[in-house]
Each structure stands twice: as C-alpha cells, then as structure tokens.
C-alpha cells in the first residue's frame, strides 16, 4: 500500500505540473508571499490556543498576489554628458604675485592646426568679441590694423577693412563712410609666410565670391559660424594677421 500511494502521489505531482506550466499560456505571474507581521496561532480542538511551539510547527499564512509589467513605471534615462560650445575657464596659480597666483579664473586656450597644418586658434565668440569699452578696443577698430581670417574643415575665408584707414574728418576722427569691411573665400589656403608674401589682406586675385563695401552691422559672429550678408558660414578656427599693405 505504501509503495501504491507513492505511485498516486507522484503522479499527482505531474498533473499538477502539466497544468502549471503550460507553454502556450501567457498571463501575469502570480507568486506567493508571506503576508505581513506574525501568523496568527491556529486554534486546537476543545476551544484551546496552541501553543508558541505548536504554533512555530504550523505553515506560515501566505498570500497571493500578481505581478504585471507596466512600462510607465519606467524612469527616464538622464544623460551623463552636454554639448559645451564655449571655452571652458580653469582655476591656476602662478608663482609670481599676480591675479592668477590669488586664484582668478583665466581663460583656457585651445589650439588646432589649420588646412596647411599651422596652429591657429579654436573659433569661439571671445575671440572675436570686443577687447573692451573703448572704440580703440572693438573689433571692428581692430580690423584696420589686422585682417581675420577663419577656416572651416575645408575652406578658409578673409574678412578684411576695406575702406581708407587713413581718411578723417576736420576734428581727426575716423570717417564713418569708410567704415566698409570685405569678405572672400581664398582659392588656395597658404603657409605663413606665403601669406606674408603676397600681403595681408590678399590681392583681390586670391579671393572667389568676394563681397565688397560690407556695413560692419551686416557682419554677425554666432557660436560656431560668422553671417556675412544673411549667409551662415561655419568656421572652427581663426587667425588675426597684421595688415602689410
């Protein structure tokens, strides 16, 4: 008899197991779990509690509940990095008794090779910002005495003054007539010392869709690309060269 009820016991067991896992049956799982604070102890006949040990030898009272997936409980993925279009300022000290050495912010530098492998400047809007208050320190003042010239990854362009630096007025001020800037795309991008030969600005010969007599108020420098006349161009690197001609 004992050997006959092992036998109806376990296949019991495989009935109860072909029900439960059935492969073709999808649903939310269901799992058991003990339910909170300690089990209640079972009564005994005759209207007795049980005992702490009869108690502890009893089942834990369970309770069922069911798990469902549910995407919106999702949190969003926060990214770990930004885009960082402006230069980046570091804290130095210096050795010598100055604004640096009591912890002032400077300025990093950052520095790339151009299209003939020269180090020039990264683009940034500082670089081309005005130096200070005074007219003498605008940019724009600037450009008579120096040209700019900016590359993109494969180009490289000249923004020049383009009126007489020389004309004034009765008092010895410069004449706002002649504050007119030109702007061109070099044919052919060339060393320093090329650059320097042929002068600075370069011959018109040198330049292709030259724009000529340019308002300085046509002319907007953005974080990563200079507007000249409504056309965006972008650049990544700089150079300011003192006029020779």
């Given at each position: ?20 896992t ?9 799992v ?40 919106h409980?999702v ?8 885009p960082?279009?402006v ?17 002032k ?51 490289r362009y000249e ?5 007489d630096a ?54 907007k420098?953005?974080?990563s ?18 006029r020779?001609l």
């Open positions: 008899e004992g050997g006959g009820g092992g036998g109806a016991l376990a296949s019991s067991a495989k009935e109860i197991g072909k029900k439960d059935g492969k073709d049956k999808a649903g939310p799982v269901v058991a779990v003990p339910a909170p604070g300690p089990p209640t102890p079972p009564p005994v006949p005759g209207g007795v509690l049980a005992t702490p040990a009869a108690a502890a030898a009893e089942p834990d009272v369970t309770v069922e509940c069911v798990l469902s997936p549910n995407p409980r949190t969003c993925v926060v990214p770990t990095f930004f960082n279009t230069e980046q300022v570091v804290n130095t000290r210096h050795s010598a008794a100055n604004s640096e050495r009591r912890g912010l400077i300025q990093e530098v950052t520095v790339q090779y151009n299209l003939v492998h020269e180090p020039w400047l990264k683009y940034s809007v500082a670089a081309v910002a005005d130096e200070g208050f005074k007219k003498s320190q605008y940019t724009a003042a600037r450009l008579r005495r120096e040209s700019l010239f900016l590359e993109s990854h494969a180009a923004l020049s003054f383009d009126g020389y004309a004034v007025d009765g008092e010895g001020k410069a004449l706002r007539s002649e504050d007119v800037y030109r702007f061109g795309k070099v044919i052919s991008p060339k060393t320093l010392g090329e650059t320097l030969t042929l002068g600075v600005p370069l011959p018109a010969t040198e330049l292709v869709d030259l724009k000529k007599k340019i308002a300085w108020a046509d002319v420098f953005g974080a690309a200079i507007n000249v006349l409504g056309e965006e161009i972008k650049v990544v690197r700089l150079q300011f060269m003192a020779t």
